[in-house]
């Protein structure tokens, strides 16, 4: 369906989802409908987003996406040191611990989506 948002410009690289979960609260609330813009690039560090990652699992609903805050651990370049990329999945809301991921590239973390606005709370 269609959902009617206050934004200027154009809206399609936009699409709105319903939240579920208390990891990200008080950001934003379970069961609240968000707006993600799709993710285009550039750096995903202290942004909340859309993550997929292969053996990801959600503590709360066991799927295969998250909504967390990213933050990358390894130094851009360090991964040619250490051969392999720490990033830190940082939930809002403290009683939730972070997810770490190692990769040997950070292609391997999917992030289809960036987090925008929560446009109605349920």
Same mark, same amino acid.
């Given at each position: ?10 809206? @399609?690289? +936009?699409?709105?989802? =319903?939240?579920? %979960? ?10 609240? #409908? ?33 909504? @967390?805050? +990213?933050?990358?651990? =390894?130094?851009? %370049? ?10 830190? #999945? ?33």
């Amino acid at each position: 369906g269609w959902v009617k948002v206050e934004r200027k410009g154009s809206l @399609k690289d +936009y699409f709105a989802a =319903t939240v579920q %979960g208390h990891s990200m609260e008080p950001t934003i609330p379970s069961e609240s #409908l968000c707006l993600f813009k799709i993710y285009s690039g550039g750096s995903r560090n202290g942004q909340i987003l859309l993550i997929q990652a292969r053996g990801l699992s959600d503590p709360e609903s066991g799927g295969r996406y998250v909504i @967390k805050r +990213y933050k990358r651990v =390894t130094p851009i %370049g360090d991964e040619v040191n250490r051969g392999e990329v720490l990033v830190r #999945l940082m939930s809002d809301n403290k009683s939730f611990a972070p997810i770490e991921l190692k990769k040997k590239s950070e292609e391997e973390i999917s992030t289809p989506a960036i987090f925008v606005e929560v446009i109605s709370k349920d």
